[in-house]
Nanobody, 120 residues
Framework: QVQLVESGGGLVQAGGSLILSCAAS????????MGWYRQAPGKQRELVATITSGGRTNYADSVKGRFTISRDNAKNTVYLQMNSLKPEDTGVYYC??????????????WGQGTQVTVSS
């Protein structure tokens, strides 16, 4: 019952930057954390970065120092600023929202994904 819409993907040269955004709508009162995951062609989905409602962040080692996740709790929107992009950053980036409710416990919601392609 939560909808996530990503935007900001595209084609960029190695060393360049992109910013992704994800807006949540629907039954959003219980969102505890949001994040970004990515999946390269033929590979498994992997965590990129997460941020809690209190602002605590977590990053994959491969993106530390290059990517920054932020969140606007009032708008239920999460951003991913990606700098110094590398070809290995290429993949489909998925927005994630984690919601805990007494009635259902914890649950993950996913966006449709946005393509990020980094050329060398």
């Amino acid at each position: 019952q939560v909808q996530l819409v990503e935007s900001g993907g595209g084609l960029v040269q190695a060393g360049g930057s992109l910013i992704l955004s994800c807006a949540a709508s629907g039954s959003i009162f219980g969102i505890n954390a949001m994040g970004w995951y990515r999946q390269a062609p033929g590979k498994q989905r992997e965590l990129v970065a997460t941020i809690t409602s209190g602002g605590r962040t977590n990053y994959a080692d491969s993106v530390k120092g290059r990517f920054t996740i932020s969140r606007d709790n009032a708008k239920n929107t999460v951003y991913l600023q990606m700098n110094s992009l590398k070809p290995e950053d290429t993949g489909v980036y998925y927005c994630n929202a984690y919601i805990y409710r007494l009635s259902t416990g914890g649950y993950d919601y996913w966006g449709q994904g946005t393509q990020v392609t980094v050329s060398s």
